[in-house]
């Protein structure tokens, strides 16, 4: 397994580009499963998840090429086959999003039940309830959902609590569905936006993306359509942290500041100086570091994808804060290791208690998922001595060549592997 070795203790400084969303580009390209006609999607984000993706529509029957770094062209003139094996759906929760369009297209659909970062059970019962509302009929055997229908028929689906997959889920499987169907309690974040924007573009009647209540009018027929994918707010956010807990001067290049207000809003708040234009955010050297508490929400709140790397922010800044974690119910596994490097941090429940300024040091530490994984690199940036990391898979799955973004930037940072 690869590992990242880092020496900290260099404050970052300079420009860096921020990649396309990669929770934008996995439903993008689970809808190119509703059309037979191409899709061409540009700023696709080169990290693995999305490899994972294309070997999954590969053997439902839709053909992929590569037409650059980040550019696709997928096209599905039929479905060879509707079912999404175990072997790859084990490896991303987000290999659930093929669930609607299948059933949507094809009639009929057999998906493993998801797998992905350890960080909770996150289960897609809301998912299926939804396609039950639909007119799917769904049953659960040997690990597997099945899920058929002859045609959706729209109808009114009031989530009972905020699901960002599963509004994507049901919205693409509606695109296709007999009538009007409408989705209440929706999730608002800008990968549902950028999702229905790609929708309309291949020919879908979608209303009211980006707020709570969002109407969809099924049609025959989706068709082709080229698509750029969003900047990755979670990948943005990282940045401004690495360059906040560093001391640096960082720009980040081709992002979105207006879908980063909270995290600019806690940043500004910790004592960072903070400008924003268009397309680019400048972070400054602001010292000393302001404690805050936190609790991370559904967009437009705090997202729970930076709460691991606010926290290690909190190590270094003067006095108490508390991080209330209401998303997830696991997402805590980056603390015994933060302490490994020598943190002050209490766990009660749902709420992490963090004691700084406290200095760290270098250790060989272990991600658990994804966003630890950004995490425990954050903290090695600003640890005294040398950091080794292990277990960067996870980090792969989310995060474009991270080790050349933070070496443009003047970290000592450097990727290992046995192979």
């Not at 992929?64 to 997928?74: I, K, M, N, S």
């Not at 994918?229 to 979670?234: F, H, K, P, Q, T």
């Not at 270098?362 to 903290?379: F, H, I």
């Not at 080794?388 to 290992?416: M, P, S, T």
Request: with cysteine; glycine share 10%; net charge neutral.
């Amino acid at each position: 397994m690869d590992r990242l070795r880092i020496e900290g203790g260099r404050s970052l400084a300079g420009a860096v580009r921020v990649s396309g969303a990669k929770n934008a580009a996995l439903p993008a390209l689970a809808a190119c499963l509703l059309t037979g006609s191409e899709v061409r999607l540009d700023n696709v984000p080169d990290v693995w998840d999305v490899g994972t993706l294309v070997k999954l529509l590969d053997g439902l029957g839709a053909r992929a090429e590569r037409l650059g770094t980040h550019r696709w062209a997928v096209s599905t003139p039929e479905i060879a086959s509707p079912e999404a094996p175990y072997d790859l759906v084990r490896k991303m929760r987000a290999s659930v999003l093929v669930l609607g369009p299948l059933v949507a297209r094809a009639g009929r659909a057999r998906v493993s039940l998801p797998g992905g970062c350890a960080i909770g059970a996150r289960p897609i019962d809301r998912h299926l309830e939804g396609l039950r509302q639909l007119g799917a009929e769904i049953r659960l055997e040997h690990g597997y959902v099945e899920a058929r229908a002859e045609r959706l028929t729209g109808a009114l689906v009031d989530f009972p609590d905020v699901t960002v997959t599963g509004t994507e889920n049901l919205m693409m499987a509606a695109t296709l569905a007999r009538g009007t169907t409408v989705l209440t309690n929706a999730a608002r974040e800008p990968e549902v936006v950028d999702l229905a924007r790609l929708l309309r573009g291949m020919g879908a009647r979608i209303d009211g993306a980006g707020t709570s209540v969002i109407t969809i009018e099924g049609v025959e027929a989706l068709g082709p359509c080229e698509h750029r994918v969003i900047a990755d707010r979670i990948e943005a956010g990282t940045y401004l942290i690495a360059a906040a807990i560093t001391g640096g001067k960082v720009t980040l290049e081709d992002c979105e500041p207006g879908h980063l207000r909270a995290v600019l809003e806690a940043l500004a708040k910790v004592g960072l100086r903070v400008e924003t234009g268009p397309s680019w955010i400048r972070i400054g050297n602001g010292r000393p570091l302001r404690a805050i508490d936190l609790a991370t929400e559904p967009y437009p709140g705090f997202p729970t994808d930076l709460q691991a790397q606010f926290m290690v922010l909190m190590t270094q800044a003067g006095g108490s804060s508390t991080i209330d974690e209401t998303i997830f119910e696991s997402r805590f596994m980056h603390v015994p290791e933060l302490r490994r490097m020598g943190a002050s941090i209490d766990l009660a429940g749902h709420a992490a208690r963090v004691e700084g300024p406290t200095p760290l040091t270098g250790a060989e530490v272990t991600a658990s998922d994804l966003r630890a994984s950004a995490c425990l690199v954050l903290a090695a940036l600003a640890a005294r001595g040398e950091t080794v990391v292990h277990r960067v898979y996870h980090l792969d799955r989310g995060y474009e060549a991270i080790e050349k973004k933070l070496a443009g930037l003047g970290a000592r940072v450097e990727r290992l592997s046995d192979r």
